[in-house]
């Protein structure tokens, strides 16, 4: 028959086998959105661009630390450039920069919440397009990602085998009106005129007669 020591420790040991675990999950705490912080693998490449500002379609991601209320896990940035934000109702977000949202957030969030610590993730850039038309198999919009070429644009639309290789150029504006860019395409894929091949910016075309 078992004593009542036996019972005690019974009932002690297992206690204490969990208590490990116990004290490390009130170390860790709880995994919300209020500490949450975004991987930068996440973020979409084109954001990363020099000179990228956010255009109309792109998705944001909005994250006040520790404020969870403030915070918007996923929104689009509508036709008329702007998102909806709690507390600030609609706010201008096509033609910033991540940083410069982030400033306007920040300002503007001041008389709301003490402190405020705001992050932009910019989960898709659908704003970011080229354009190929003409002689190629896949005419129409390509994403835009942060080092793509001419050649590269070339290859993922494919060319026709009737086009003219040497005649292809990119239609770029640059705010004052459009202009012709060269692309020698036998002579860049030989080596020659790799200058040609130039990094494509959002809004051009690329003309494959």
Request: hydrophobic content about 40%; glycine content about 8%; aromatic content about 6%.
């Amino acid at each position: 028959m078992r004593s009542f020591r036996d019972c005690r420790w019974m009932i002690v040991i297992p206690a204490a086998l969990l208590l490990p675990g116990m004290l490390l999950a009130q170390v860790e705490g709880p995994k919300t959105a209020a500490n949450f912080t975004p991987s930068s693998s996440a973020i979409a490449p084109a954001s990363k661009r020099p000179g990228y500002r956010i255009g109309f379609g792109d998705v944001l991601q909005i994250i006040v630390f520790k404020e969870p209320d403030a915070s918007v896990p996923e929104t689009t940035v509508r036709s008329d450039g702007k998102i909806s934000v709690p507390f600030l109702g609609e706010v201008q977000a096509a033609g910033l920069t991540p940083d410069e949202l982030k400033e306007s957030l920040t300002t503007n969030f001041r008389p709301y919440l003490l402190a405020p610590d705001v992050s932009i993730l910019v989960k898709s850039v659908e704003s970011e397009k080229v354009v190929v038309v003409g002689m190629v198999k896949k005419g129409g919009p390509i994403r835009l990602t942060s080092t793509m070429t001419v050649l590269e644009a070339l290859s993922q639309a494919g060319l026709d085998p009737f086009a003219k290789e040497n005649g292809i150029y990119v239609l770029r504006n640059d705010g004052t009106g459009q202009f012709r860019i060269p692309f020698h395409y036998k002579d860049v894929i030989q080596g020659k005129h790799t200058e040609q091949n130039i990094l494509l910016k959002a809004g051009d075309t690329v003309v494959v007669p």
